[in-house]
């Protein structure tokens, strides 16, 4: 099989990964195992994520890419980091020769890397979701093909990441919505009073307490749960 099929194919089968109902972690380590496979000279590969201020790796295909990565996050240099922020695409050949990361790259040759490969995982609309490490401890070299390759398999991870956090998203306004519904209607039998005065008053009490209107909608649900399981308790 030559090897434009055989990169076919293996992206074929990573974009069906992005569909098929299961958890963002087996997904992403789907697609990190299927990089590794179509670019036989990085023998390890890890999907890292920004989750907030912190970095998590989501996936990897070897232990080994869980340490190279505390190492770059705990330097706070290397290409992983670089990804991170503005750079999206950053090669690393003849790690032996690297002079861009001083910290790091004494302690990764020690654990025997050889060159490395990033890339951003990026959405129009996201902006920077995480990372697509590759390193190799079997070459000095980077096929120049390779860069294009990894873009593909980025992309699909991307999608990936940025489907699960819509979900996400979309699951949290929804709880927010049903929580804020109930504080409304505890408000409104227990003040006799009318949707829109009971919505200004959690308005104003968000305002006044400098908390999130969710917030203070769940510590009035919270409250009324309280007391109704303490009168049940008294009625036994």
Known sequence: MAIQDQVAEAIAAASRTIYHPESLDEVLGRIATTVRDSLPDFDLVGISTLEGKNVLTRAATESKVYELDRL?????????????????????PQLRQEQRWPRYVPKALQLGLRSQMAIQLTLDDEGTLGGLNMYSTVSDDIDPEAPSIAELFARHAAIALGGARHVTNLNRALQTRKVIGQ?????????????????????????????KLHTIAQELVDGANTRRIRGEAEQE
């Open 183 to 211: 504080a409304l209607g505890i408000l409104m039998e227990r003040y006799q009073m009318s949707e829109e005065r009971a919505f200004a008053f959690l308005m104003r009490a968000s305002s006044t307490s400098n908390l």
């Open 72 to 92: 770059q996050y705990s330097e706070d240099e290397g290409p992983c980091v670089d990804t991170l922020g503005k750079a999206h695409l950053v090669l690393a």
